[in-house]
């Protein structure tokens, strides 16, 4: 696993630190009771869980704006709260439900917002990754001002299908960011036995793409680095790929005992490198909070989460025909 970074001290306000705390929170929250409803069965296929991830995703949605898209892989619910999605929708999605985005007929592998720009959810590694830069060739062509994030693991990286992406996106000089979440571990393989180069991001210096490693692990540095390059893709420069060195601490999916690494190594990580607790020692050294406002917060984002898994639960399942809507579009 990759060495963790000195972390640095940055000047951030106080309501900037509780918006991140309170972001990467509601998404591990999330994802515990997501965990817990796949237990009881009232979520039915795979369920893969961002929880360890969760400064990704909130660190470049801090500095998008309105149009700006998103699409990822199959750990995904991270992306859809960052973004905006309604945990209620969003759950009731997960557990097959009518109030759902979609429908119910998605699940976690194939839920979108139009709304907010989110194009899933894909199930097939690295088949993401193509359309995101067909997203970023939309907006080039449009002429406006918007950027595209392609999220795709390390063992995504190693599919064919990302270099072709990565030949076109720079030929073109498409507006995406290639956005390589690192969890060192693909679905069971470490890095160190799938990847002939240790460093990810430098495999677009063929292509011309410049790229750079990011500590994934604490918020403040992946909001730096994503200013970087949305800068660079909004002048006209064409793509960027960041490396985001984190760590998940559950398995792939709901079904994986992850034998493949030790109980040490993970708890090793949570303990040294937690990027909620970063914040959360950061709000309280800095006197910004106290633990009871921390505990406060923790209670709301519980609720919320308990009434999302309460919405989805009691709403029904999609009506037998809803399997013959949302096949073809309706043309004009």
Not at 15 to 33: A, D, N, S, T, V
Not at 306 to 323: F, N, V
Request: charged letters at 25%; one cysteine or more; aromatic letters at 10%.
């Amino acid at each position: 696993m990759a060495a963790a970074k000195t972390r640095k001290k940055s000047n951030v306000s106080k309501e900037e630190l509780l918006g991140f705390y309170r972001e990467m929170l509601l998404i591990r929250r999330f994802e515990e009771k997501a965990g817990q409803l796949y237990g009881m069965g009232q979520i039915g296929g795979f369920c893969h869980l961002y929880i360890g991830q969760e400064a990704i995703v909130v660190g470049l949605e801090s500095n998008t704006i309105e149009g700006d898209q998103r699409i990822t892989s199959y750990r995904d619910h991270g992306h859809m709260l960052a973004c905006g999605m309604d945990p209620k929708g969003v759950m009731a999605e997960l557990t097959g439900r009518i109030g759902g985005y979609s429908r119910g007929k998605g699940g976690s592998m194939h839920m979108f917002s139009n709304e907010k720009k989110f194009y899933g959810g894909n199930g097939i590694v690295g088949a993401q990754v193509p359309i995101g830069a067909g997203l970023a060739f939309a907006n080039k062509y449009r002429g406006n001002n918007n950027v595209s994030f392609a999220y795709f693991g390390d063992g995504a990286a190693n599919q064919g299908q990302v270099y072709e992406t990565y030949n076109m996106a720079s030929l073109w000089k498409l507006p995406c960011i290639f956005v390589i979440e690192n969890n060192q571990y693909a679905m069971g393989t470490s890095l160190q036995r799938a990847s002939s180069t240790p460093d990810l991001y430098t495999r677009g210096e063929a292509f011309g793409i410049p790229g750079e490693a990011v500590d994934g692990m604490d918020v403040l540095a992946v909001k730096a680095a994503g200013a970087k390059a949305l800068d660079h893709c909004r002048a006209g420069n064409g793509p960027y790929i960041l490396e985001m060195n984190t760590y998940r601490y559950r398995g792939h999916s709901m079904s994986d005992p992850a034998k493949y690494r030790t109980r040490e190594e993970v708890q090793k990580v949570r303990e040294e490198r937690d990027p909620i607790d970063h914040i959360r020692d950061m709000l309280l050294t800095g006197k910004h909070s106290t633990e009871d406002d921390l505990k406060a917060i923790d209670k709301a984002i519980k609720k919320t989460v308990t009434e999302a898994a309460d919405y989805a639960i009691a709403s029904p399942e999609p009506e037998l025909s809803e399997l013959w809507t949302d096949i073809y579009a309706e043309a004009e």
